[in-house]
């Protein structure tokens, strides 16, 4: 009779046991499914916030062409006076000395790294001269930088040209100035001052991967009048919308235990 106890106290035992694994297994995989349910909705909203377009951003540099062009009285800069006239000539001057300078230290600097540079490679897309027909082509790091710095080379001598043949041909003084000012501020913020003379890189700013992308110029008025436009403002609040509805979910799976 005590043999018969003893067993089915030991089938009883067997069964509990048995009841408690399943309930924690069940527990465990309602745990998971909501971990998994949460982890999911994060991504979600993270892959919406990426995936949102860029409102367009406001540049100080935008504003000094209209400043210098509108408010040169104000600044007290007199066009048509000989001594300011000499005053801009002279900063010009300088200016284009300092930029020559800049873009020779670049250079330089550009050199010393090119073992570094030779060693990867990055695919670039090359306009055949005869058909038209872009084509990609791989390219070393070095090779892309150096065809980058020709192209800042180009720009900046074309501007300079501009410029002067503006100024001493048609006796108009604002271009003059406002390259003055321009292009040290655009080979400062352009790519590869920003990458061989500042040490930054595409974690810095996604800009800085290679192959750089053309930047699209924008006036400041133009990027005023689209960063207010009703189109904008719908866009703005549906994708907060979205990730707010998100961030919602993922609380209600996973409540904070008091």
Known sequence: M??????????????????????????????????????????????????APQQPMLSPKMFISPV????????G?????????????????FSMTVLSLALAALWLTMKRR???????????????MQTGVEKAEK?????????????VL??????GVMACGMHFGFK??????????MLPLNLWDGNLWQMHMLGRDEKHNPALK???????QQSPFAAIAEAMSPESKKKREADTKRLEKNVSKGSKLNPKKK
């Open 68 to 75: 210098l062009l509108m408010g040169s009285k104000r600044l």
């Open 210 to 216: 290679r192959p750089f992308q053309a930047v699209k």
């Open 2 to 51: 005590a043999k018969v106890e003893e067993i089915s106290n030991a089938s009883d035992g067997r069964a509990r046991a048995a009841a408690d694994a399943g309930k924690n297994g069940r527990e465990k995989t309602i745990e998971g499914g909501a971990g998994t349910a949460v982890k999911t909705t994060t991504e979600d909203a993270t892959a919406a916030t990426a995936a």
């Open 139 to 151: 390219v070393t790091l070095y090779e892309h930088d150096v065809q980058e710095f020709r192209k």
């Open 154 to 159: 180009a720009g900046i001598i074309m501007s």
């Open 77 to 93: 800069i007199d066009f048509k006076n000989p001594e300011h006239v000499m005053k801009i000539r002279m900063g010009f001057v």
């Open 172 to 181: 108009v003084g604002p271009p003059l100035l406002l390259q003055s000012i």
């Open 114 to 128: 090119k073992k570094k540079l030779d060693e990867d490679q990055v695919e670039v897309k090359v306009k055949d």
